[in-house]
T-cell receptor, first 111, second 113 residues
């Protein structure tokens, strides 16, 4: 089975900090995604990548950036964390049209 | 208007009931449809996928797609307490790259003993 691993389950950061969320997948998938999930708003796409060093903005990229230096690793960066970025962050990978495989999520709290 | 609409629930049913979960969508270009299940404090997991109108069965689960009405459903037969979770519909356009999914907001289901 494909495994998508997110480095942290829970994080607490201070306003203004630079935050790195790491995601690693083990099935050589080309496509990787970062979503945030909020009650009532569902899953919203932040950024995605369809190849190494390639990235595309999703629906809500403001305040975020990403890095994909290796195929298996896709990092989400919060340049200067703010309280409205408190959320559940989900990473996913996909190798075709058979749906995504998600990680377990990182619950980030910005205080 | 959102591209994909899904009733958030919560939906509470007794064990053994038949559950119907539904999504409507506005973009007729969507071709590929999926249902995900998400347990509390976990990431979503793929339950079923289909790209044609009609029904697809997998055990106690049936996915139904009606492209003419832009309506998809997930039926759960003989529901169990272990089915208690949030169910998300998702859909995509087959463009050959990127494979972006558009998700519904999810329906919270509770199956009670």
């Amino acid at each position: 089975d494909v495994k998508v691993t997110q480095s942290s389950r829970y994080l607490v950061k201070r306003t203004g900090e630079k935050v790195f969320l790491e995601c690693v997948q083990d099935m050589d998938h080309e496509n990787m995604f970062w979503y945030r999930q909020d009650p009532g708003l569902g899953l919203r796409l932040i950024y995605f990548s369809y190849d190494v060093k390639m990235k595309e903005k999703g629906d809500i990229p403001e305040g975020y950036s990403v890095s994909r230096e290796k195929k298996e690793r896709f990092s989400l960066i919060l340049e200067s964390a703010s309280t409205n970025q408190t959320s559940m962050y989900l990473c996913a990978s996909a190798g075709g049209y058979y749906g995504y495989t998600f990680g377990s999520g990182t619950r980030l709290t910005v205080v | 208007q959102k591209e994909v609409e899904q009733d958030p629930g919560p939906l509470s049913v007794p064990e053994g009931a038949i559950v119907s979960l539904n999504c409507t969508y506005s973009n007729s270009a969507f071709q590929y449809f999926m249902w995900y299940r998400q347990y509390s404090r976990k990431g979503p997991e793929l339950l079923m996928y289909t790209y044609s109108s009609g029904n697809k069965e997998d055990g106690r689960f049936t996915a139904q797609v009606d492209k003419s009405s832009k309506y998809i459903s997930l039926f759960i037969r003989d529901s169990q307490p272990s089915d208690s979770a949030t169910y998300l519909c998702a859909m995509t356009i087959l463009t050959g790259g990127g494979n972006k999914l558009t998700f519904g907001t999810g329906t919270q289901l509770k199956v009670e003993l």
